[in-house]
């Protein structure tokens, strides 16, 4: 079975201050994505990475950067958390076929005060 | 600019009805269109997808109807359960790296 675990459910942070993500995925898939998830706005990609040290700005990267320095683990990064940056973030894998399924994390619900 | 436009933002059906949910796209790159389900604090999980060569596909009550020419796909949820309220999501692909372009979903909700 493909897993795909992140850190920590939820999340409480400060605005101004720095948050990491974590993701981490046990089927050595060479994608994995960061989206978040807002009430009626859908997944959004912020961004995704094809390959180790490799990155893609998906649609909404502003205020975000990544790290990918494993191939099993994708870290997203606040550098400066802001209360619009409250949302449910997900993380997700795939191999790299054209047709490939993308496997979801739980989901890690963050709230910026 | 929205990829891909899903319809409607919810959904309430009842027991034993079928529930159908629409999406449009514009671009025809696009080559794999899949549909995701999401249950409350979990992430969404792959339900069904379908390529543009083929018009329909089903797997038990979950049917795919496409209509290329159209560009538009819907999913059709047969004999629904109150089992099946969950969060919906179609998709489509489109580049050679994997990203997919998600509609705004569809909460469903199927009473007893």
């Known amino acids: 079975d493909v897993k795909v675990t992140q850190s920590s459910r939820y999340l409480v942070k400060r605005t101004g201050e720095k948050v990491f993500l974590e993701c981490v995925q046990d089927?050595?898939?060479?994608?994995m994505f960061w989206y978040r998830q807002d009430p009626g706005l859908g997944l959004r990609l912020i961004y995704f990475s094809y390959d180790v040290k490799m990155k893609e700005k998906g649609d909404i990267p502003e205020g975000y950067s990544v790290s990918r320095e494993k191939k099993e683990r994708f870290s997203l990064i606040l550098e400066s958390a802001s209360t619009n940056q409250t949302s449910m973030y997900l993380c997700?894998?795939?191999?790299?076929?054209?047709?490939?399924?993308?496997?979801f994390g739980p989901g890690t619900r963050l709230l910026v005060l | 600019q929205q990829q891909v436009k899903q319809s409607p933002q919810s959904l309430i059906v009842q027991k034993g009805g079928i529930s159908i949910i629409n999406c449009a796209y514009e671009n025809t790159a696009f080559d794999y269109f899949p549909w995701y389900q999401q249950f409350p604090g979990k992430g969404p999980a792959l339900l069904i997808a379908i390529r543009p060569d083929v018009s329909e596909k089903k797997e038990g009550r979950f049917t795919i109807s496409f209509n290329k020419s159209a560009k538009q796909f819907s999913l059709h949820i047969m004999d629904s359960q109150p089992g099946d309220s969950a969060t919906y999501f179609c998709a489509a692909r489109g580049s050679t790296l994997g990203r997919l372009y998600f509609g705004r979903g569809t909460q469903l909700t199927v009473w007893p």
């Open positions: 089927m050595d898939h060479e994608n």
């Open positions: 997700a894998s795939s191999w790299s076929g054209r047709q490939e399924t993308q496997y």
